[in-house]
């Protein structure tokens, strides 16, 4: 058992021990929840008759719970509802590697893979529970300002929760590195960061709710950091925010 | 099989075909490729012993083919070099849908999901192509500037080659829907678009190599959106340009 305060770590085994470059991995929590809270889409693999599927689908979590939903008709969430083998994977580009030679090229990433087996949640006061819990924790407050879902509506949603088994995270966020060969040669070599920021807000048209965002969406401010975005909108919520 | 210049089209079958909301669904290779070559991280799920596994990795295309490689410890390279089923997902998060009701707020996105079977390429010759192809397709004319690479290093490397077999492209790209339910309620809706661009180079320190980019590095200016970014670089490369 975890201490409920993020503060425990994952246990590697076989299946979630980072073999490639172990030293830029992590099993904590505060390294796995920080790059799970940075994401809203997660890929979600699995298996159907020996075939993999990898499907993006959006996402969110509570503590070591997962959460994600659609439609009925998803074979996707169909799969995964029978309690089968996930793999849910979150990762973030964040650089282009420049190096002096062609193998020192490479990127710079956040990822986390996060292994368990996801169960349908069923009960209706549940499933809304959920639900609003996810527009809450993007847009807090918001819940309560919206026309409020009907029971119908929330049968027709498959709603999956996965508790993580096993989690590893890693990260890779320096330059290139340099080998004694590459000593003196003339290329340019660093890295160019890459940036995900939100753009220009887009009132939808003849809904007569145009004009500036409410207060709630405050964190959706134009040019903000995806994660700053994200981290602000935990922290009204209430969520922990990880580090 | 499909004419070389990108006019063809996958031919779903049940392992491809999208089943929900088939209208955002695209089989042609315009919009396969269009969404590939938009990116350098993909999502590579296998299975080992019935556990799915999904691995960020950098990746690149040619045609019908997707290239990816590491190093000989990793596991998903093993296991997808024997020629196992492979599912390879590239996805890119583009808005936060913002509705006036729970059920209405989403996501837009971008997302190809490619079917295959992996190949170990192990001719050196043909690694050292693939390897300066990968760096050349990013940043045109480097091969030529950069410390060769050794027959050792390659040796080093463990690439792969899938043929996709089947590939289907979706895409949401519109503002929230709206429900005669939604009428009147005051909430704010529309879409805070997601923009993923290049920041400013860091040059490496000590490598005497500082300063401004040369001009092969031109498409990563700071502040060129990472679409245009790829698509600057291929066109340099002189990869065709999906649309």
Redesign the interface.
Known sequence: MSPPDGTGAFTPTD?SRV??RPQRARYDEAAVYGILDAG??A?????ID???????T?YWREDRKLYWH??A???MLATVAQGA?????V?F?D??I??????M???N?R?V?A?GRARLISDLGEVRAA??A??DR??AG??L??????DD?LRR?TLVEMEIEEASAKVRDT??G??P??E?????????????????????PG?????A??PD?AP?REGAR?DDTLAAAAAAYGLPVST
């Open positions: 299946r073999r490639r809203v889409m890929h979600v693999g699995y298996v020996g075939q993999p599927f990898v499907t993006p959006a659609g439609a008709a998803s074979r083998p996930v793999c849910v994977t990762s580009l650089g282009f420049v190096g002096r030679s062609g193998i090229h490479s990127l990433y990822s893979m292994f639900m609003d996810f527009v993007l847009y918001r819940p300002k919206l026309r409020p879902t009907t509506e949603i330059g290139p340099d080998l060969a590459d003196g040669w003339p290329a340019w070599c660093g890295v160019f960061p890459v940036e995900t920021r939100i753009g220009p807000a887009l009132p939808e809904m007569g709710t145009g004009g965002p409410t969406l959706y995806l």
